[in-house]
């Protein structure tokens, strides 16, 4: 389900048949999380082990390894001493290999209750006012994160799939990535990603840091469309590097971001309704309430909004008095990171509002609010699911929220009502739901008035849809979805293009050429036949370079045609006495046969809007200035102050994609920002020239992003394509830069001469 792959990595995935089965059994699964899924109890000098449940236990678990020659592998921070490890390890005996990495005690505070739960966790979700940053506290989490990373080096072998698990490890896949350049890594993030207003509240070494850390996976899996759009947000505006559908180029490797909402193991919790331990707690539970009875359960934490789901209990008991001595609210709290200080204290605010309202509604025989706060077990937790008339899941903020999930999945009666924050990753998936704004305490109050007076029919109705849903994207299927993208996207990298136009491919290259009866030489200008300078004006075309395209547009079986992104004036004052051909502006002028035209140009009045956005820039940031072409207007910030460049560079970005009409594009190009009108590019051009005639040897070169639309319009055999410079490229192969263009160029000549002479 990952909402943006990129159709051509999906292609390759059929072409090539890897399918997921076959992979992750033959690759070895390595996951890496906060915690290993077990930890060791001591009670009454025995220890024994104790395997916990959740989540992503169950999905890993769900994985099918079977036909695996290796143990999969887990790699976690250990909560016990290494002491205990060595003595008890053997009492872990299961399908995984378990590597604990033991962090001392004061880095892992700082780590854990510092950075990752008092920076991240109240950050990302939109809880900027509880975050306590200290530099130690950061510096104690990168040292966390390099502790985790040398473990995981030692352990890693080539074709494992390492998977990275969560807020704590943000920079795992990067420091893995420089460890193992060709590992293939996956990374999720379990909670909310926010948007870039949030994250630029972190000092600016640190939000770069993190992003850069993500960076270095080939997948990065979110559980909803908005948090992967906030993160590929956050990375142009951080690090200024833009997507394709998801997809970022980050020097020479591809980074694919993509959705997975997280499942649940359906049938566990679908099945155990008739389980005798949940009959009987279930069976307690009537006996003991003859009210309707609504239900929440949640760790302590203020992002589930328990302070205000009371508020909004109160709210309907005042406006809604009928209901008195009607309705019992079971309220469980999970306790949780009670060291951390604002968690202790929300503790005594839950209690103290719980005392108050009770007291506030109370009867001699009646209370409203039944509060608990302990662990439940699992039998006790689905009689209360399966039991209750409204389950009340208001967090202020949550990731995805399984419980909504397990709630509903346990409903084999498809009675009950689910009573759902619409700021839940789980709200995307459960539209039958009644979604409130958690935050508005009247909204909730009707919320479950509407919950306690649904009849049964529609209760029935909702229930079966969304079961379906979920019962269909459980888990498993989620963890398979999670495995086959990463894959795909370790495919996509592998091939990326390029090799080295040397040797036999070069030598297959001149022999085509020599033997074509009809040729096409598509070249760009800047950075392919002239080197990239500071002013556009400056790259006028040497004395060799004009020589040479003339030599190669006199041989009669050639036609040679720049195709470049600038102004057809420019280029026809550089280069328009030769009789080479012109696609400018990215084909909004065309010259051909000694003239020039326009096809199809544009309506070019959004410029009047666009220009002065520029020239606000220019105004802003000295150096910069707007270069003015007939169909796109261009904002040069290369002679700018570096830094000062880039954020207006950002800003501009900013405003333009929210201000800008689609039938434009905003290309964020090297030091420049353009706007120009859609119906244009290189590719499509290219594609034109081609379908002129059937040429025998077509040869295509260009350097930066706009001549990708060129390289990758091009596939068929006898059409070359390359590459100029460092970085990712749909080109099949790569030349250093404009010198050894000019040398292939030459050669083409030589050869020519040489045939003729012969
Ligand atoms: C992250 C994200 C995202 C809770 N109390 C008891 C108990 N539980 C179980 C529930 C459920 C799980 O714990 C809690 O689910 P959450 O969805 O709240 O997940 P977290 O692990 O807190 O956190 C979250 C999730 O990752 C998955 O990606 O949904 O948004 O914050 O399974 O059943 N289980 C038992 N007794 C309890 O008292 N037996």
Redesign the pocket.
Known sequence: MSGYNHESSATRKTKDNPSSESLVSNNRLVIISHRLPFSFKTENKTTTLKSSS???VTAVKSLDLSASSQKPVWIGCADFTQRTWEKYKDLVNDDFEYVPVFLDKATHKRFYNGFSNSVLWPLFHYFPSFVDYHDEDFKAYRAANATVCDKVAEVIQPGDLVWVHDYHFIPLPQLIREKQPEATIGFFL??PFPSYELLRLLPKACRSYLLNGLLGADLLGF?TTDYSLHFLQSVQMALGLQHTFGQIQNGDRLVQSGVFP?GINYSLYHDAYNNEEVVKERDALKASYKDKLIFS???LDYTKGVMQRLDALEAFLVQNPEWLEQLVFLL?V?PSRDEIQTYGERKQMIEQAVGRINGKFATLTWVPIVYRYA????DQ?LALYSVCDVAMITPLR??????AK?FVASRQDQQGVLLLSELT?AANEMGEALLVNPLDEYEVAAGLKEALQMPSEEQTQRMAIMQKRIKEYDVKRWANDFMESLLEAQLANEERGGKPLEGDPRKNLIETYASARNRLLLLDYDGTLAPLVAKPEMAAPPDDVIKLLGELAAVPQNKVVVISGRDHQTLEDWLGSLPIDFVAEHGAFVKEEGSWREPGLADMTWKASVRPIMEDLVYRCDGSFVEEKASSLAWHYRNAEETLGFDRSRELINTLQQLVPYQLRIIDGNKVVEVKTVDTDKGRSARQLVARQPYEFVLAMGDDRTDEDMLSALKDKNQYTVKVGDGLSAAAYRLMDVEHVLALLQELVDQGARQKSR
């Open positions: 959740g989540g992503l379990h909670i559980h997280i359960v949640d760790r469980v999970i662990s439940l077990s699992f937790l949550d990731g995805m929220n399984l419980v397990e990753g």
